[in-house]
T-cell receptor, first 113, second 119 residues
Framework: QKEVEQNSGPLSVPEGAIASLNCTYSDRGSQSFFWYRQYSGKSPELIMSIYSNGDKEDGRFTAQLNKASQYVSLLIRDSQPSDSATYLCAVLFSGGGADGLTFGKGTHLIIQP | EPEVTQTPSHQVTQMGQEVILRCVPISNHLYFYWYRQILGQKVEFLVSFYNNEISEKSEIFDDQFSVERPDGSNFTLKIRSTKLEDSAMYFC?????????????????FGPGTRLTVT
């Protein structure tokens, strides 16, 4: 059974601080990992993908992957009120382009001005 | 910037009726997907489509569902006899060819969704 687990929150972070979002997954053989942002009533918007152990940075966002621990995280630096959204962790459990993503339930992030 | 488009944005139908949801994937993408999200729940994979045929489908994608690429740009999801529990947001997504990424990394880009309400 493919499972992606996230703390649903809400996670409340003051403006300007670092928001840390976490995700665990069930299949050790998983290939690729994605973070999406979803505003209420909107579609998932891709933030980052990561496939190798370690960190990957893109602007204010850093994704971290630890395959041994089956753990992936997203750090948001200098959090802004516009970052308030639900963050979805998604995993591609196999290596094919035709495979569907398995999503977690998402973590609701609130940035307090 | 290229984006996935979907029509209609909102569809209301009566139970038992057929609906067709339409999507135009990003033009150079080769893989197409349908997902759904019931209100308050997680995004769930329905089906993927490549080279004019279904590549993978989930348990949700039963005989009432079908997909088609009727021409070079559109990708459709048909629900033959809608049920109340089909009420959800339906998202189309597409992914690009493997451009320098290691095999297996396919970034999927989502359309704005169609909200389907079955009454």
């Amino acid at each position: 059974q493919k499972e992606v687990e996230q703390n649903s929150g809400p996670l409340s972070v003051p403006e300007g601080a670092i928001a840390s979002l976490n995700c665990t997954y069930s299949d050790r053989g998983s290939q690729s990992f994605f973070w999406y942002r979803q505003y209420s009533g909107k579609s998932p918007e891709l933030i980052m993908s990561i496939y190798s152990n370690g960190d990957k940075e893109d602007g204010r966002f850093t994704a971290q992957l630890n395959k041994a621990s089956q753990y992936v995280s997203l750090l948001i630096r200098d959090s802004q009120p516009s970052d308030s959204a639900t963050y979805l962790c998604a995993v591609l459990f196999s290596g094919g382009g035709a495979d569907g993503l398995t999503f977690g339930k998402g973590t609701h992030l609130i940035i307090q001005p | 910037e290229p984006e996935v488009t979907q029509t209609p944005s909102h569809q209301v139908t009566q139970m038992g009726q057929e609906v067709i949801l339409r999507c135009v994937p990003i033009s150079n993408h080769l893989y197409f997907y349908w997902y759904r999200q019931i209100l308050g729940q997680k995004v769930e994979f329905l089906v993927s489509f490549y080279n004019n045929e279904i590549s993978e489908k989930s348990e949700i994608f039963d005989d009432q569902f079908s997909v088609e690429r009727p021409d070079g740009s559109n990708f459709t999801l048909k629900i033959r006899s809608t049920k109340l529990e089909d009420s959800a947001m339906y998202f189309c997504a597409s992914s690009e060819p493997n451009r320098g990424y290691p095999l297996g990394v396919y970034e999927q880009y989502f359309g704005p969704g169609t909200r389907l309400t079955v009454t």
